[in-house]
């Protein structure tokens, strides 16, 4: 009898078929290393600075990130319960709900949307290499900018490229070693903090714009990998410790870092910047510490969307391995990267990218939960692994109650969004309040439970995950 693989280092080929009983390794408390080290990140005191750009006192940013967290994070842990039971993908279980066909579609958005974030790392990435050379003197220019764009994409897509494994182990050491240095930069930063200031009050309106960016920059965005890392745990491991440890592990790092952002926005609106803005408010002598770890913490998170944008793009149906995957990814995001840092277009981007994202991630998340809900958390995983769909085809490849659920949550969703592009027109109606993410998640969670409670296909098969 083989026995199970411990995770060895090298290149993994396997994509998104069923991970076998003896390839199963690890424990759910690597879920926390790894989402604290990949949420540990300049990105997310950003988030916590535009927090308090929208016109949030502090004390209501605190509250705003507080419960955008807590009603995110749990969606990052109950979409990770179902990796160990069935060996697979967040996008490929989403196929039970969606059928094979109409889960290509929803694999390009998810795809999609990781491409968006890391081509967003990628960007400050390059920002801060090029700060630390200017600081040393060296040559700045377009061909100096396009070398370290090629140079820090290679890098990037090493730890994607060795896979699972390495990820899983290097996230361990590069969470404590991060933790460490936002502890200092907290030091360093919050004596400096005027609690009196920022003291306007904005509307409840605004407050629902901000719930909305906290929820769509963190754990709602992140949840349609939840089972891309679990899936090589044990299939009989504890659902309930997957869930709390994949959940926890983002919740924390993002609450701190992002009460660390909005209250550094007390002392300057600029650290929405994260290159040459936030570095004004820090000594000397760790602005190059600082622009080391801007690079290096968005490098590693930028490793974990490297890796499942790639499985994602397999889950739409695209032919290539898993291995090509990173390569299309990385030479797609150059691309990006290229536009944006000379076209200095980069928050324009950003801010339009995250305000429309919800429209999509709230239904989908709604349909995937309540479809594990109504099967009690069992598939059939050679339907799973079947490209034809097995007893989740559907009507000709497509799962119709599924995919209406899907589109009316959108419409629903897209009719109560208010970003900085698009306000829908029930936003609108309600003084520019964002309701985008409920109106998306309870239309399309009550409409798939009402079309699909009575189908056949529903009744569970297999066996759950214990809890």
Not at 99 to 110: D, E
Not at 266 to 292: C, E, H, K, Q
Not at 387 to 413: C, D, H, I, K
């Amino acid at each position: 009898m083989s026995q199970p693989d411990r995770g060895e280092v090298r290149v993994e080929r396997r994509g998104i078929e069923l991970v076998p009983s003896a390839a199963r390794y690890g424990r759910p408390r690597d879920l926390l290393f790894l989402w604290a080290g990949t949420t540990t990140t300049v990105f997310t005191v950003v988030y916590g600075a535009t927090v308090v750009a929208l016109g949030l006192s502090l004390v209501q940013a605190v509250m705003v990130i507080v419960i955008g967290n807590l009603l995110a994070y749990p969606l990052l842990g109950l979409t990770s319960v179902q990796g160990p039971t069935t060996g697979t993908t967040t996008l490929t279980i989403s196929r039970a709900a969606l059928g094979p066909r109409g889960g290509r579609v929803l694999g390009v958005f998810a795809w999609v949307t990781l491409v968006g974030f890391e081509a967003g790392g990628l960007v400050l990435i390059v920002f801060a290499v090029l700060a630390l050379l200017t600081r040393a003197g060296a040559p700045t220019g377009t061909t100096t900018s396009v070398l370290v764009i090629l140079v820090m994409a290679g890098i990037q897509l090493l730890l994607p490229l060795f896979g699972h494994a390495l990820m899983m182990r290097a996230q361990k050491y590069f969470t404590v070693i991060f933790a460490v240095l936002f502890a200092v930069m907290a030091a360093l930063v919050l004596p400096q903090v005027d609690l009196a200031a920022g003291t306007g009050h904005a509307s409840l309106a605004t407050c629902t714009v901000a719930v909305a960016l906290v929820m769509s920059g963190g754990g709602l965005s992140w949840a349609p990998a939840g089972a891309n890392f679990s899936r090589y745990l044990p299939g009989d491991t504890s659902a309930v410790r997957v869930a709390c440890s994949a959940a926890l592990g983002g919740f924390v790092p993002y609450v701190l870092l992002m009460v660390l952002g909005a209250a550094t926005a007390s002392i300057t609106l600029d650290v929405a910047d994260p290159i040459s803005g936030l570095p004004r408010v820090l000594p000397g002598w760790f602005v190059v510490p600082y622009l080391v770890l801007a690079a290096v913490s968005l490098l590693v998170q930028n490793s974990t969307n490297l890796y499942s944008s790639g499985l994602n793009l397999q889950a739409a149906g695209v032919r290539v391995s898993r291995v090509g995957m990173v390569f299309v990814d990385t030479a797609l995001c150059v691309v990006i990267t290229y536009l944006a840092v000379v076209g200095q277009s980069f928050y324009t981007m950003l801010n339009a990218f995250l305000g429309l994202l919800v429209i999509w991630l709230a239904p989908w998340v709604a349909v995937y939960l309540t479809d594990w809900w109504l099967r009690r958390g069992r598939y059939d995983l050679d339907s799973l692994a079947d490209p034809e769909g097995g007893r989740y085809r559907g009507a000709a490849g497509f799962g119709v109650p599924g995919l209406v659920a899907q589109a009316v949550g959108m419409v629903a969703a897209a009719l109560w969004v208010s970003s900085s592009t698009y306000v829908g027109p029930l936003a609108h109606l309600t003084g520019d309040a964002d309701l985008s993410i409920p109106a998306g998640l309870v239309t399309s969670a009550f409409l798939y439970w009402s079309l699909s409670r009575r189908t056949p296909d529903v009744p569970p098969i297999g066996r759950p995950a214990r809890a």
